[in-house]
């Protein structure tokens, strides 16, 4: 079985400031997934960004990236000019590859907190 | 573009009694799952179907049922409503086992209080 863990249970950072949003997690595959979401307080679940593990690239979606790191396994977020809308929960989620009847496992989540 | 539809979005239960989750998507996928949300957690995976007539037990089962005869709804059965299944409930779907570049889809979820 999988396990996800976010350290951080909330963070607060100025508009437009950089922030990260640690993640690790174990598991036994060799490939897999990861996710972030982002659930504002309207409770939808938005994906924001999506890593395969098979790829050493970290993935990049406009002012979202992550730092892959295998090895560690670790998946940060890291959020550029932050702003107001990006307020919200954000999970780390795993999948593994061929797995995906077996749903997602969601850590726990960190509140992140834009300050005006 | 509805995507994942559920139904409805709030209900209060009192203990014992009996409700049934909708979830209803348009995307023809072949998966779908329920997962619950407590206060400060992620998501667990309640139940799963790979398709119609397919159904799987996910992490948290107990306390629930579900059927998948149509490839487009898969409802959840509270039967014995009990104060431990007070949570947010989300319904979501993908394709098949290889999410798309998108993830899965998922529902706007239903809170649902038992007291």
């Known amino acids: 079985a999988q396990t996800v863990t976010q350290s951080q249970p909330e963070m607060s950072v100025q508009e437009a400031e950089t922030v990260t949003l640690s993640c690790t997690y174990d598991t036994s595959e060799s490939n897999y997934y990861l996710f972030w979401y982002k659930q504002p307080p309207s409770r939808q679940m938005i994906l924001v960004i999506r890593q395969e593990a098979y790829k050493q690239q970290n993935a990049t979606e406009n002012r979202f990236s992550v730092n892959f790191q295998k090895a560690a396994k670790s998946f940060s977020l890291k959020i550029s000019d932050s702003q107001l809308g990006d307020t919200a929960m954000y999970f780390c989620a795993f999948l593994r590859s061929g797995g995906g009847a077996d749903g997602l496992t969601f850590g726990k989540g960190t509140h992140l907190i834009i300050q005006p | 573009n509805a995507g994942v539809t559920q139904t409805p979005k709030f209900r209060i239960l009192k203990i014992g009694q009996s409700m049934t989750l909708q979830c209803t998507q348009d995307?023809?996928?072949?998966?779908m799952y329920w997962y619950r949300q407590d206060p400060g957690m992620g998501l667990k995976l309640i139940y799963y179907s790979v398709g119609a007539g397919i159904t799987d037990k996910g992490e948290v089962p107990n306390g629930y049922n579900v059927s998948r005869s149509t490839t487009e709804d898969f409802p959840l059965r509270l039967e014995l409503a009990a104060p431990s299944q007070t949570s947010v409930y989300f319904c979501?779907?993908?394709?098949?086992?290889?999410?798309?570049?998108?993830?899965?889809?998922f529902g706007s979820g239903t809170r649902l209080t038992v007291v």
């Open positions: 995307m023809n996928h072949n998966y």
């Open positions: 979501a779907s993908s394709f098949d086992s290889t999410p798309s570049n998108y993830g899965y889809t």
